[in-house]
Nanobody
Framework: QVHVAESGGGLVQTGGSLRLSCAASGSILSTNVMGWYRQAPGKEREFVATITSGGITNYSDSVKGRFTISRDNAQNTVYLQMNSLKPEDTAVYYC?????????????????WGQGTQVTVSS
């Protein structure tokens, strides 16, 4: 069983900063890609940023230059530093991780999502 938990959301003014954290725990053999997605009211969930176990990052154009993703492999934790926040960044932010687990006598790669954390940017 793998558990993914986010923290760090909240209310901030335009131009402010927030830092999100997400920790994966449980029977994990290795943590592969970790990342963040977000979903604004009335919109579909969209990609924000990902980072591989080797530190290769990928960002959506809408956050590039303002958000920074990082991770602590030893702690199976991923962070999202969000600077210069805009009202359009308001959304529920979901942590994503792809991990290797031992299931049904084999090593398998599974995807897990957190419950989400609300980020609200006021104008």
């Amino acid at each position: 069983q793998v558990h993914v938990a986010e923290s760090g959301g909240g209310l901030v003014q335009t131009g402010g900063s927030l830092r999100l954290s997400c920790a994966a725990s449980g029977s994990i053999l290795s943590t592969n890609v970790m990342g963040w997605y977000r979903q604004a009211p009335g919109k579909e969930r969209e990609f924000v940023a990902t980072i591989t176990s080797g530190g290769i990052t990928n960002y959506s154009d809408s956050v590039k230059g303002r958000f920074t993703i990082s991770r602590d492999n030893a702690q199976n934790t991923v962070y999202l530093q969000m600077n210069s926040l805009k009202p359009e960044d308001t959304a529920v932010y979901y942590c994503y991780c792809n991990v290797d687990v031992y299931r049904l006598r084999q090593r398998r790669s599974d995807n897990y999502w957190g419950q989400g954390t609300q980020v609200t940017v006021s104008s």
